[in-house]
Nanobody, 114 residues
Framework: VQLQASGGGLVQAGGSLRLSCAAR????????IDWYRQAPGEQRGLVGSISSGGSANYADSVKGRFTISRDSARRRVYLQMHDLKPEDTAVYYC?????????WGQGTQVTVSS
């Protein structure tokens, strides 16, 4: 299983970014894919998830600003982020559980300047 996250960068507060997670080695259409983030000195926390059917849920801190979508043909999951805040600064990871085992992508850095 390989998860490749990309799309991070430096953005000013109020700006937008779209992260992408490419998945290999799984039956993409049947798995829930999650986005997590980890800021320096903090624990990794769930940003949101998207089910195989396309239903998404989000952490309270990002509701109304972030949107998760999936493209089965491209085997990708996206995290669209709007109205970014300095507290969104973190390394963002995609995550999937397959046969009871958790797999993580390598992470992509998002830095929001004030």
């Amino acid at each position: 299983v390989q998860l490749q996250a990309s799309g991070g960068g430096l953005v000013q507060a109020g700006g937008s970014l779209r992260l992408s997670c490419a998945a290999r080695g799984i039956n993409f259409s049947i798995h829930t894919i999650d986005w997590y983030r980890q800021a320096p000195g903090e624990q990794r926390g769930l940003v949101g998830s998207i089910s195989s059917g396309g239903s998404a849920n989000y952490a309270d801190s990002v509701k109304g600003r972030f949107t998760i979508s999936r493209d089965s043909a491209r085997r990708r999951v996206y995290l669209q982020m709007h109205d970014l805040k300095p507290e969104d600064t973190a390394v963002y990871y995609c995550h999937v559980v397959r046969l009871g085992r958790a797999f993580w992508g390598q992470g992509t850095q998002v830095t929001v300047s004030s």
